[in-house]
């Protein structure tokens, strides 16, 4: 059954054989957690939007047209419930107080990062992971989920020019934060 194509699958879950679903969970449980994980920064909400994204993409199937990949259609509604929770978040955060600061700043959190950082692949994610979220998401997309630009401007619903510019824009902050907090040593 786990050679099945993913259209397969999912026709065979409209026919009635919903344990079938288990199988896309599988296929994608992993990389949309890693997403969430990135979007969200913490693993508890991470796990909550992963299983919200499975119910929302279970409860949605009837209404999946072929028009592009199922996991596509799926890492969109991974990330527009990632930056739902994002969304409550800031409003319950506002509530309780009267104003936020919000400053991009690495301050003594670089030191821990390079040095619980095993190499400099592991200690570049940690950076990326700073960026602001939907910087951080395409370059993951793009570099690490090798998506296309194509896929990623559905994903994020945004035109192609759009990701195209987002992915340069996100690259550029990368490599602004390296050169700025002089990582450019420990990377090579």
């Not at 409209?14 to 992993?30: C, H, P």
């Not at 592009?68 to 991974?78: D, E, G, M």
């Not at 570049?124 to 951080?136: C, G, H, I, T």
């Amino acid at each position: 059954m786990k050679n099945l194509s993913e259209f397969e699958i999912i026709e065979s879950i409209k026919r009635g054989n919903q344990s079938d679903f288990s199988l896309l969970v599988d296929r994608y449980k992993d990389r949309a957690y890693s997403l969430l994980k990135r979007i969200l920064k913490d693993d508890m909400d991470a796990e909550e939007a992963l299983m919200d994204s499975f119910l929302k993409a279970y409860n949605s199937l009837k209404n999946f047209r072929y028009e592009a990949k199922f996991s596509t259609w799926f890492y969109r509604i991974v990330y527009n419930t990632g930056l739902t929770i994002i969304s409550n978040k800031k409003r319950k955060i506002r509530t309780e107080m009267s104003s936020i600061d919000e400053h991009f700043d690495l301050g003594e959190y670089d030191n821990e990062i390079y040095a619980k950082s095993d190499d400099s692949k592991m200690y570049l994610l940690k950076l990326v992971d700073k960026l602001p979220p939907r910087n951080a998401l395409v370059l993951v997309l793009f570099y690490i989920d090798d998506m296309t630009l194509n896929e990623i401007s559905q994903v994020l619903d945004i035109s192609l020019v759009n990701a195209k510019v987002l992915l340069h824009r996100s690259r550029n902050a990368l490599r602004d934060m390296i050169m700025k907090h002089n990582y450019q040593e420990e990377l090579l």
